[in-house]
């Protein structure tokens, strides 16, 4: 067709370690059958990816991947593992009944945790990459490789195990910032230098995993995506170690929103995204800050008088997505900053239609009342007033 310009969008794959790095969160234990609950959940937003937990890490964590193994029949299902066999087996014996099986095995690539944590030799680092790779690749259908600390690492060195890890049979490499300590345009640098260091990477799935200590997780996940990351990780409401992961909901949504300039998409469905942040939440007893982007209980909460007026005409005026596709809603809460027209609007909603002098009067007494402390329930106005 001339004159049309047929733009094709970059699949992205989501991973999601809602049970896994988000599990791992101070306080949040998950019995199995709530990690079954959750990851069914996940099956309906779409996701690629379940990474179910640590296999190897205990018996209660060896089960919960097993249960969703046997419960999941569209997404790929992960359990990470050291570079130790052992971890390995268990991973691959927790995998056995899903449908299809990855393990995410990781070591540490930054001269610090080399020396300080694992007391190992670079060389030493590199071999046990190899060799844990191969062997789990022998038991799998998927692995991905993760160089743990890759943005505090020697560049050099991080091409060095990408290139030994492609060879062994990874297909999915990830280069996390695992300390939540790169910024976007240097974590985009960063991934490009690799990139271009291994040529390899480009038969292989490149993945970003970032955390939160900077507030800068989805930013440097956009930042990855935006220099050609294929695979996104992240948790639901953005849980996870210490200030936790990139949030899915957050990461999704702007790839969504912003298509026009990424020239990407999900196989998420976005309107399983509210059911899912309130599960979590509920599940870990996380709650989600009232502010908080997507899912927060007033990411779609218009207060002010200026704001009601511009949404009573037109949502587009303060909203850039449609609370619909997420599964949520549009809210005007009465508050001391509320004008006259959605107040009056409210009234009529409740059933007491007012004009003229009765609207300024009951809307000076609404002021009052808020004005004394935040947001005003109708019921308490119209005491005595029969509807
Ligand atoms: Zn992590």
New binding site residues.
């Given amino acids: 067709m001339k004159g049309v310009l047929f733009v094709s969008h970059r699949r992205i794959r989501v991973f999601d370690?809602t049970l896994r790095?988000g599990e791992q969160s101070p306080g949040i234990a998950l019995q199995p059958d709530e990690k079954v609950e959750i990851a069914l959940q996940l099956e309906r937003l779409r996701v690629d990816v379940v990474e179910a937990g640590f296999a190897g890490a205990s018996p209660g964590d060896f089960e919960g991947v097993r249960a969703v193994s046997g419960a999941l029949t569209s997404p790929t299902v992960a359990s990470l593992a050291r570079t130790r066999f052992e971890d390995i087996d268990a991973a691959a014996e927790a995998l056995a009944g899903a449908r299809r099986s990855r393990i995410h095995v990781f070591i540490a690539t930054s001269e610090l945790h080399m020396e300080r944590k694992l007391g190992l030799e670079p060389q030493q680092v590199v071999e046990q990459a190899r060799d844990a790779v191969a062997y789990a690749a022998s038991l799998v259908d998927e692995v991905e490789f993760s160089c743990e600390d890759a943005t505090r690492s020697d560049q050099a060195f991080v091409a060095r195990v990408c290139r030994v890890a492609i060879r062994a049979g990874a297909t999915t490499i990830n280069l996390?910032d695992?300390v939540g300590y790169a910024l976007p345009f240097e974590y985009a640098t960063f991934l490009s230098n690799v990139r271009r260091e291994v040529p390899e990477l480009r038969e292989v799935t490149l993945s970003v995993?970032c955390?939160n200590d900077l507030g800068l997780a989805v930013a440097n996940t956009l930042a990855g995506v935006h220099v050609g990351a294929e695979q996104v990780e992240c948790t639901v409401n953005g849980i996870?170690?210490r200030a936790g992961?990139a949030a899915l909901e957050e990461v999704v949504m702007a790839l969504n929103v912003r298509s026009d300039y990424f020239a990407t998409a999900t196989a998420v469905d976005t309107t399983e995204i509210t059911r899912a942040s309130q599960l979590v939440s509920q599940l870990t007893g996380y709650p989600v800050q009232p502010n908080k982007a997507v899912v927060g209980a007033n990411a779609f909460a218009h207060e002010a008088g200026i704001h009601q007026d511009g949404m009573l005409k037109d949502e587009r005026t303060y909203q850039i997505m449609d609370p619909a596709r997420l599964g949520a809603r549009t809210t005007l809460p009465l508050g001391k900053h509320s004008g006259r027209h959605a107040f009056a609007r409210a009234c009529a909603e409740h059933g007491v239609e007012l004009v003229g002098d009765e609207l300024t009067a009951a809307f000076r007494r609404f002021k009052e009342r808020a004005d004394a402390g935040g947001v005003v329930a109708l019921e308490d106005l119209f005491e005595g007033v029969s509807a």
């Fill in positions: 370690t790095d996390p695992t995993h955390h996870g170690e992961n």
